[in-house]
């Protein structure tokens, strides 16, 4: 019986795709990438194809099996639906490999770094080059996840525009997807199998099966939550940050809650777990400025209606802080608007503004209790005066 109730649910996740689906996923795989080189190094022109071919046949040559290699996230959405409202950002690829110790991550990061010297133009001398130097010039970022519950490493490739290739290489993970409409992945192993086997162009008529599946576990209604921008997920409380940051930049795009009587209680879910994983203000303030530069690199006007958004799902949801702690937290987020405004030197439609009033100097007089004053928790090169908003 056990056995037939997981085969149920494996079917409920999975999904064959369509030809369209299938084109538009070799068009990914095929589409060259730039990988940016710091300093004098060269521009690396990559495809996703030729990545993952001389990775996984490094990984193999070095006695680590790959079980399978899948497409993630906004990309794997983009290829199940053309004009999501996501748009295709980073391009992930994960790597299903077994990493049972430090031996296995150190090697798995060396074989990646040494696979770049493939890129290399022919008139770069390569004899000289070691796997620190690659990772200085092409590295983005490198994390490395090893407890009892998760084991994975990511590898960033650098890209200047925000559309870095993220090789992710994991063991065992407890939460691969935020909602669901972020929730696919796609097997790669069957169209690389037809690449390195097969000289006849693919057609609707010929080409080989590919699966995608939904770690949402029900790929119908996730498929279903994305054509038609619907906000769903499960479980907020056990997704880092809660997936706050996440929901409200889907807020942002015209998504919109899938069932409006719960939503409220999702809200302050991810509310009380971003401030449980990110309760210091300055932790808040880098996390907040990275995913604005990782998620609106080139949607400038995009990022003070996010703000607005996500000051108010905080500022309506958050049940879980002091009240000092709560403005402070809201004043941070205003600022970061404000400091959107300033850099891009626009005033706000006067419909969507958002009211500021900037304290009386005698409020800060020691014998004037009245008021609450925020400290302003960011730094910035040019001065800002502080202003707390009207609520």
């Not at 399978?68 to 983009?78: E, Q, T, W, Y």
């Not at 009380?272 to 998620?295: A, G, V």
Request: with cysteine.
């Amino acid at each position: 019986m056990a056995g037939k109730g997981s085969s149920r649910a494996d079917s409920m996740s999975c999904s064959v795709l369509n030809w369209e689906q299938v084109s538009r996923l070799h068009e990914v795989l095929t589409e060259v990438v730039l990988i940016h080189g710091r300093g004098n190094f060269p521009t690396l022109r990559i495809t996703l194809k030729d990545i993952v071919q001389t990775v996984r046949s490094r990984l193999s040559e070095a006695g680590i099996v790959v079980h399978d290699v899948r497409l993630n996230g906004s990309a794997a959405g983009h290829v199940l639906v053309k004009d999501n409202g996501l748009g295709c950002k980073d391009l992930d690829l994960i790597f299903q490999v077994s990493l049972p110790s430090e031996a296995e991550f150190q090697l798995v990061r060396d074989i990646v770094l040494r696979s770049l010297l493939n890129f290399l133009p022919d008139r770069v001398s390569k004899l000289k080059i070691s796997p620190v130097t690659l990772k200085e010039a092409y590295i983005q970022k490198l994390v490395k996840v090893h407890t009892e519950t998760d084991r994975w490493s990511l590898i960033s490739l650098s890209n200047k525009h925000g559309k870095n290739v993220e090789l992710k290489f994991v063991d065992c993970i407890r939460r691969q997807f935020e909602f669901s409409v972020d929730s696919f992945q796609i097997i790669l192993d069957s169209l690389l199998f037809y690449y390195d086997y097969s000289e006849t162009p693919m057609s609707e008529h010929f080409h080989p099966t590919v699966i995608g599946e939904s770690m949402y576990g029900d790929f119908e209604a996730a498929f279903d939550h994305l054509q038609n921008k619907l906000i769903a997920t499960k479980n907020p409380e056990e997704i880092r940050g809660g997936g706050l940051l996440k929901y409200s930049n889907l807020l942002v795009r015209d998504f919109r809650p899938m069932d409006k009587d719960k939503i409220k209680t999702l809200e302050r879910y991810m509310c009380s777990r971003f401030f449980i994983d990110f309760p210091d203000i300055l932790d808040q303030q880098r996390k907040l400025e990275t995913y604005l530069q990782n998620h609106f690199s080139k949607e400038e006007r995009s990022k003070y209606d996010y703000l607005m958004i996500l000051r108010r799902v905080v500022n309506e949801s958050t049940v879980c802080l002091m009240g000092h702690e709560r403005r402070q937290t809201l004043n941070l987020i205003s600022l970061l608007a404000l400091k959107v405004l300033a850099e891009q030197n626009v005033i706000p439609n006067a419909t969507n503004v958002t009211c500021y009033y900037q304290p009386a100097p005698y409020v800060s007089d020691a014998n004037f209790s009245n008021y609450y004053l925020a400290n302003a928790p960011v730094l910035y090169s040019q001065s800002y005066p502080t202003w707390l908003p009207c609520n």
